[in-house]
């Protein structure tokens, strides 16, 4: 039997559209797709523009109406007439025709891939469907790729741009990090050390940040021994020998060198945590003695506008009272007109300043500086009834305080005296429709704008004895703390030493 080599059909329905120098033809009235038209690659196609024929073949069948070319068209036609030559499928020559299709296919391949590989810079290729597209070649791809900074590690010579931050972790554990970002708009570096966070912000104002031991700032914490400052520092003294107020207190030590023994002018300055702060000086290695600062903390105006030593104090008004912080929860409750009980107190203060425990009252004076009241006080006990205007009080603790006032007559003249009346209507009372003054040593209240100070001992468990003892644990624990950390950086140094490592090196 002969073979069949292919029966020859010709596929002429529609129009065909042209662009010159472009491969690709559009059809009207076409149905390429069809498969009994039989139309693929390598079918020969001829097309009448101008009364001129042309030869051409088919590259790809895109769609019934799209037909991808071998070669570009020449010039441009719409509803231009054309004939594709097709074949009988799965015939022998429908058979050669495809393997010359394919390898057409194949050399055009492998010309782009020529283009691509062997030229520089950005290259233009053409793909089956005739698209031209521009791509960076081999050559150019290896040049971007030389010398940049791989995800393992490497060296960077330029600048790095990042959106929100950059990180360094040891290893895969982000517990223990550094990190640069921003948050708000303000650079910070935040260390992490086992998953907890600690913010250094950067300062917003141009300038450089100043190391330790520049302008001889810096330095480690003073030792027991008081005579070892070594530099300007702000140190938390751990020696009860070189504290003026307490162990742990923060202290500013600033000193000058100089000398043979270079122990030079050194001034130590120190805080507590009730404000105070106290200073002493120490020349060629001798310590002068100490010296405290007059504040706010440790003062108070009295009645009268005196500056005085502080400790716990209160001011008792005709209805109120006022604390300060260490005498923060007491209260007053006002038994008859002047008399006052002051709950949670130990009693009054023995400071000499104020007169000794029988003297820590300050009198209010009004004009001519004459004292307003008389003012005596009691000190309760408990389980010990006490008196009150014919009431028995029974007292709930040991060491509160009633105060009594009473009034206090001066011999002044008839102006004088009608002007303190004026001031001070505390001091008149009605009798049988008529306002007469007090007898002298009668109850009368404080008077309005005026006010008496007491100074008082507190309770071991007060309000202010609690914040001090809590605040003096946190810097004991803090101190502590810092002299671990310390320890530990001194015996790793001494380790790296030892083994002959470097600073990058892991010391397991």
């Given at each position: 039997?002969?073979?069949n ?9 529609g129009?065909?559209?042209t ?6 033809i ?11 038209a039989?139309?693929s ?7 009448l523009?101008?009364?001129?024929v ?26 231009a ?11 022998m020559?429908d058979g ?9 296919y194949?050399q055009?391949?492998?010309r ?8 520089d810079?950005?290259?233009e290729?053409k ?9 960076e ?10 010398g940049?900074?791989?995800k ?9 741009t ?11 554990d ?6 640069f970002?921003?948050i ?7 260390i ?9 912000y ?16 810096g ?7 008081a005579n070892t400052?070594?530099s ?7 020696g ?35 404000a105070?702060?106290?200073?002493r ?10 010296y ?7 003062t ?10 502080a400790s ?20 007053l409750k006002?038994?008859h007109t002047?008399?006052y ?5 130990l ?7 104020w ?12 004009i ?5 009241v008389y003012?005596?006080?009691?000190v ?16 709930d603790?040991?060491?509160?305080i009633v105060?009594?006032?009473?009034y206090?007559k001066h ?7 009608y002007e ?30 005026h ?5 008082v001992?507190?309770p071991?468990?007060?309000i202010?004895?609690q ?5 003096e644990?946190?810097a004991?624990?803090e ?7 310390a ?9 790296r030493k ?11």
């Open positions: 039997m002969r073979p080599f292919g029966v020859n059909m010709i596929y002429q329905t129009t065909i559209a662009t010159a120098g472009q491969t690709k559009k059809g009207t009235g076409t149905r390429w797709k069809d498969n009994l039989g139309i690659e390598g079918c020969p196609i001829s097309y523009i101008n009364n001129v042309y030869m051409n073949t088919v590259l790809s069948v895109n769609s019934d109406t799209e037909i991808n070319l071998t070669y570009p068209v020449p010039v441009a036609a719409s509803a007439k054309y004939q594709i030559a097709t074949f009988v499928l799965d015939s020559s050669v025709r495809k393997m010359l299709a394919n390898q057409q194949i055009y391949f492998l782009n891939m020529d283009t691509w590989m062997t030229q810079g950005i290259v290729i793909t089956p469907t005739g698209e031209t597209v521009r791509l070649s081999i050559i150019a791809l290896k040049k971007l790729i030389d940049k900074f791989d393992e590690g490497g060296k960077l010579l330029g600048a790095i990042a959106s929100w931050s950059v990180r360094a972790a040891a290893g895969s982000e517990s223990n990090s550094v990190e970002n921003f708000q708009k303000v650079p910070i570096l935040r992490t050390r086992d998953g907890k966070p600690t913010d250094l950067f300062p917003s104002q141009a300038g450089r940040l100043m190391r330790v031991d520049e302008y001889g700032i330095g480690t914490a003073s030792s027991k021994d400052i070594e300007t520092e702000f140190t938390a003294a751990d009860d020998s070189i504290n003026f107020f307490a162990t742990y207190a923060p202290a500013l030590s600033m000193k000058r060198p100089g000398g043979a023994d270079n122990t030079g002018f050194v001034t130590q300055i120190q805080g507590d945590a009730k105070r702060i106290a200073f000086q120490r020349e060629r290695g001798v310590w002068r003695g100490w405290e600062f007059y504040t706010q903390a440790n108070t105006k009295d009645s009268n506008g005196n500056l005085k030593a716990p104090i209160i001011k008792v008004f005709a209805e109120h009272i006022d604390t300060n912080e260490e005498s923060e929860g007491v209260t006002k038994l002047g008399i009980q002051l709950h949670g107190v009693g009054l203060h023995s400071d000499a300043s007169g000794g425990v029988h003297g820590g009252i300050t009198i209010p004076c009004g001519n500086q004459l004292p307003l003012a005596l006080y009691d309760l006990e408990k389980g010990k009834p006490h008196p009150f205007d014919g009431r028995i009080v029974e007292p603790e040991d060491g509160d105060l009594y006032t009473t206090r011999d002044l003249p008839q102006n004088i005296q303190r009346f004026k001031l001070y209507p505390e001091f008149l009372k009605e009798v049988d429709g008529e306002m007469v003054e007090l007898t002298p040593g009668e109850p009368c209240d404080i008077p309005n704008g006010w008496i100070d007491v100074r001992n507190m071991s468990d007060s202010y004895n914040k001090l003892a809590e605040a644990r946190l004991k624990l101190a502590e703390r810092l002299t671990e950390e320890e530990r950086a001194e015996q790793e140094a001494t380790e030892q083994y002959g490592l470097g600073d990058n090196d892991v010391l397991l």
